[in-house]
């Protein structure tokens, strides 16, 4: 029988987390899809429907929500990127894996900490 793959018998590796984040990070974005539904039904909807909807992504709870699905959606998109260019055969060599993995997790960070900045200034 194999041991789990969290468990005591396996180091966490670069690889297996950005495994992990990218499926996660794509659940994150379905689920944040809706939530982007419900806000664009409720701006349809006009008057109370949208105040309800703006008082709730302004709250604290809701801006942690939204910052959660701007980092999902940069995230996946780096992290897609970097897949398709394993598709076409670039990036394999272990150094360059590892280095890509990071790459894409500190643009990550830095990008979607612009969008907010940006955001939060209320430029754009």
Same mark, same amino acid.
Not at 81 to 92: A, E, N, Y
Not at 95 to 121: D, K
């Given at each position: %029988? +194999?041991?789990?793959?969290? &468990?005591?018998?396996? #180091?966490?590796?670069?690889? +297996?987390? %950005?495994?992990?984040?990218?499926? @996660?990070?794509?659940? $994150?974005?379905?689920? !944040?899809?809706? !939530? ?10 006009? &008057?109370? $429907?949208?105040?309800?909807? @703006? @008082?709730? *992504?302004? +709250?604290?709870?809701? %801006?942690? $929500? ?10 996946? *998109?780096?992290?897609g990127? =970097?897949?398709?260019m394993?598709?076409?055969? %670039? ?7 590892? =280095?890509? !993995? ?5 643009? +990550? ?11 939060? #200034?209320?430029?754009?």
């Amino acid at each position: %029988m +194999s041991p789990f793959m969290l &468990g005591t018998a396996y #180091r966490l590796q670069i690889t +297996s987390v %950005m495994s992990f984040l990218h499926r @996660a990070t794509g659940i $994150a974005a379905s689920v !944040g899809a809706f !939530g982007l539904a419900w806000w664009l039904l409720a701006v349809a909807a006009g &008057g109370e $429907a949208y105040a309800s909807a @703006a @008082a709730c *992504l302004g +709250s604290p709870l809701g %801006m942690l $929500a939204l910052a959660a699905f701007t980092f999902s959606l940069v995230y996946h *998109l780096l992290n897609g990127i =970097r897949h398709l260019m394993w598709d076409v055969g %670039m990036g394999f060599e272990l150094p360059e894996v590892y =280095r890509s !993995g990071y790459t894409v997790i500190v643009l +990550s960070v830095v990008l979607t900490a612009a969008i907010w900045f940006i955001a939060l #200034r209320g430029g754009a």
